[in-house]
């Protein structure tokens, strides 16, 4: 194939390059183009090395399953057992008998968390979008800066805030109340962090055409922002609602009906080596529900993760 003959076409044509592809395929069915890639062993290598690295990610929660329908025999069994050999389901007949002791209902905990699960998670989502629009669109003094504390804020991990949470919420007068677990986590800034890179990638064009069609701010932020960032908002859901359905809840609440859940299973964990066979049974209770939430929705978080890197 003549170097001079593919310029010729590319320059006479300027419908598209189908047809000048169509044309020189015409002339040339001699020629054959080689696939560039991997090969048959190589793309079964990639397949065997990846289900590889799979599987040693799911031996975790493999185990976890496996012990929570073990006897005590087996699972005080050394060197352990990954599978179960004789299943039973008397660790989860136990649970639901100390459960049922407690002087508190255990329908009672189950609210709790709900509750304080539910109110953080929208409020979290509703705050955080609400507040990285106008970040995320406008151009205002201290605009940059403010960009710069947002992400300088995800280097404080939560045990370092601990303290201050707690002298805020105790001067407040929210200390032994669920807000005093509901407002940190609205008042997070991961969520605000991922919905602020997310929605910078949306086209200014889209709220101009919005906007001289007559629609209003709050308008442009439902019907525009919060369709379009609808993979970051959903990541901000699975997050935050990870977080809050295992919060204890022990540093500021301590009245015993209105703990979460999380906090009454834990203590079932803590009582001896005599309930090993329920704190697995628990274990596995607390694991289910948060992961099973993260497999249906993993998608969004992935896209949210791939497209929210740091900008200036």
């Known amino acids: 194939m003549a170097k001079q003959d593919v310029i010729t076409y590319v320059e006479l044509d300027h419908k598209g390059l189908n047809k000048v592809w169509y044309e020189l395929k015409k002339r040339y069915k001699n020629v054959r183009l080689k696939r560039r890639g991997r090969s048959l062993g190589g793309d079964i290598f990639l397949a065997v090395l990846l289900f590889g690295f799979g599987l040693f990610s799911a031996w975790p929660m493999i185990f976890v399953v496996n012990n929570a329908f073990k006897p005590l025999d087996e699972i005080f069994l050394f060197p352990p057992r990954l599978f179960v050999q004789n299943p039973t389901t008397d660790n989860f007949i136990d649970l639901v008998q100390l459960m049922g002791n407690s002087w508190v209902p255990f329908s009672r905990y189950i609210f709790n968390t ?50 201050p949470n707690f002298i805020i919420m105790s001067r407040l007068g929210l200390i032994d109340t669920m807000y005093a677990l509901i407002l940190p986590s609205i008042a997070g800034t991961l969520g605000l962090y991922l919905m602020l890179n997310f929605m910078i990638q949306i086209p200014d064009a889209l709220i101009e055409s919005a906007k ?22 959903l990541t901000v859901i699975i997050l935050t609602f990870q977080a809050l359905w295992g919060a204890t809840g022990g540093m500021f609440i301590y009245t015993e009906k209105l703990k979460p859940l999380s906090f009454a299973l834990s203590q079932i964990v803590n009582a001896g080596i005599a309930r090993t066979g329920v704190s697995a049974a628990v274990t596995l209770v607390m694991l289910l529900v948060p992961i099973s939430v993260f497999v249906v929705s993993q998608s969004n978080v992935i896209q949210t993760m791939a497209t929210s890197g740091i900008k200036e």
């Open 212 to 233: 001289l069609d007559g629609a209003s701010e709050f308008q442009v932020y439902r019907l525009i922002i919060m369709p379009l960032a609808r993979p970051a908002w």
């Open 114 to 163: 709900l509750a304080i699960t539910f109110m953080g998670t929208v409020g979290g989502v509703i705050i955080s979008s609400m507040a990285a629009f106008p970040i995320a669109k406008y151009e205002f003094p201290g605009q940059k800066m403010m960009k710069k504390i947002i992400r300088y804020s995800l280097m404080f991990n939560a045990t370092v805030t601990q303290i």
